[in-house]
């Protein structure tokens, strides 16, 4: 089933985007600096990740939860 599907998969490839999106800008700051077009939804998912970190990582912790349990 493909993850567009099952709400639980896309939940885990919204997260993983986020926190992949973060994590690149953190290493590499010169990578996202377009803020427009398609390579701007990547820096929005990294500005999403540096502003709402202690909420992206309780999710995270959640969902790995919730796949581990379930």
């Known amino acids: 089933m493909s993850a567009l599907f099952d709400f639980q998969s896309f ?8 926190c992949t ?3 690149y800008k ?4 010169g990578g996202l600096v377009q803020t427009t077009g398609f390579k701007g939804l990547f820096w929005k998912a990294a500005r999403i990740g ?5 909420w992206v990582s309780i999710a995270c912790i959640a969902m790995g939860l919730s796949i581990l349990f379930t």
Do not use: A, Q
């Not at 939940?11 to 986020?18: A, C, D, G, H, K």
């Not at 953190?26 to 700051?29: A, E, T």
């Not at 540096?50 to 202690?54: A, H, I, K, Q």
């Open 11 to 18: 939940l885990t490839v919204v997260l993983l985007f986020i």
């Open 21 to 23: 999106c973060t994590y």
């Open 26 to 29: 953190l290493i590499y700051p």
């Open 50 to 54: 540096e502003r709402l970190s202690p």
